[in-house]
């Protein structure tokens, strides 16, 4: 198959303070992933990929006929065409570059083994905790998505440890002092997160949530692109998604200095997402750092006072 061309990206807008970039293709990721300079430069140093999950989910709110079929795949098809997406998106990375996948339960498994057998290195296997799973009678209620780290060089990746640094339990349930002067150089009473993610805006978008677009049922909360964004990439870099959908990535990558490229299948749920992208997020991004995830009780009168809850944007 003939490699595409560049050409020019169907929405594209730059950050009127910051300058850096956010550039959308509209179709299939397979066709237009290639047509970005970045992507055949191997210059991306971020992809976030939240795929179809071939659940038979309605990509089509908007009533066009022409969205993404959910439904439409045999498990050996999806297979295929996930390994497809994932080679384009791995070959794409930069030498330092890193690449997230988040994933339910019943393809997991086989996106390991995949990423491990093109030479991909896992950092992390993360698990997103929500509490408002679909209620279930005869087996245990589902309550996670995994999201998958891996990186392209184990030894050389990009890693920002201190923008999503938290309180540690150590010191917000049990008030110890030793968490105050700590030897591993990370500032007092702080930690990097547990590979579980849970905790305030950190819930599945839906019912009156203040981040809800209309016409999308699988947006990831902000918070947990902006942990994703912080940690593995620098401002100036390029942030990459290959399935846009409601366009949390590439609204979080744009208000954080990051250029970003996307592609999404349905022109209405691209051109909704640029519009999400223009207007910017609706948390204050990073105002949780520092902030105590702890699930037990305090038992210990707090010798460090508490920081101020998260302030919104909206
Ligand atoms: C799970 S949703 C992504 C949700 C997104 N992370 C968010 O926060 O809104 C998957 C999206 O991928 C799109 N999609 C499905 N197959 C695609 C393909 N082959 N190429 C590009 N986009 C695709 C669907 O239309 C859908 O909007």
Request: charged share 25%; net charge neutral.
């Amino acid at each position: 198959m003939p490699k595409p061309k560049i050409s020019k990206p169907d929405l594209t807008c730059t950050h009127p303070d910051t300058g850096v970039i956010a550039a959308v293709r509209i179709g299939d990721c397979r066709e237009q992933l290639l047509k970005f300079q970045q992507v055949k430069d191997q210059s991306v140093d971020l992809v976030f990929a939240d795929p179809p999950f071939n659940w038979a989910r309605d990509y089509d709110r908007h009533e066009t006929g022409d969205a993404w079929d959910d439904a439409a795949m045999s498990r050996k098809e999806y297979l295929d065409f996930t390994y497809a997406w994932l080679d384009l998106c791995a070959q794409s990375l930069s030498p330092t570059g890193s690449m997230w996948v988040n994933i339910p339960d019943d393809s997991a498994a086989e996106i390991v083994v995949h990423l491990k057998s093109i030479g991909l290195h896992m950092v992390n296997w993360c698990i997103w905790h929500y509490r408002f799973g679909q209620n279930t009678k005869g087996k245990f209620i589902n309550s996670k998505v995994h999201a998958l780290y891996f990186c392209k060089d184990p030894n050389n990746r990009t890693w920002n440890s201190d923008p999503i640094l938290e309180e540690s339990d150590r010191r917000a349930v049990y008030g110890d002092l030793r968490t105050e002067s700590k030897k591993d150089g990370m500032p007092a009473g702080m930690r990097v997160p547990m590979d579980v993610w849970y905790g305030p805006y950190w819930g599945r978008i839906q019912g009156n949530n203040k981040e809800r677009r209309a016409k999308h049922d699988n947006q990831l909360p902000e918070l947990y692109l902006h942990r994703v964004i912080a940690c593995s990439s620098n401002p100036g870099d390029t942030v990459l998604d290959p399935f846009l959908g409601s366009g949390t990535t590439g609204v979080i990558a744009h208000a954080m200095e990051r250029h970003f490229i996307g592609t999404e299948y349905s022109k209405p749920n691209a051109e909704m997402a640029f519009e999400r992208i223009v207007d910017g997020p609706v948390r204050a991004l990073g105002a949780l750092r520092g902030e105590s995830t702890a699930i037990q009780e305090q038992r210990v009168k707090r010798r460090v006072p508490r920081k101020k809850p998260l302030a919104a944007n909206g």
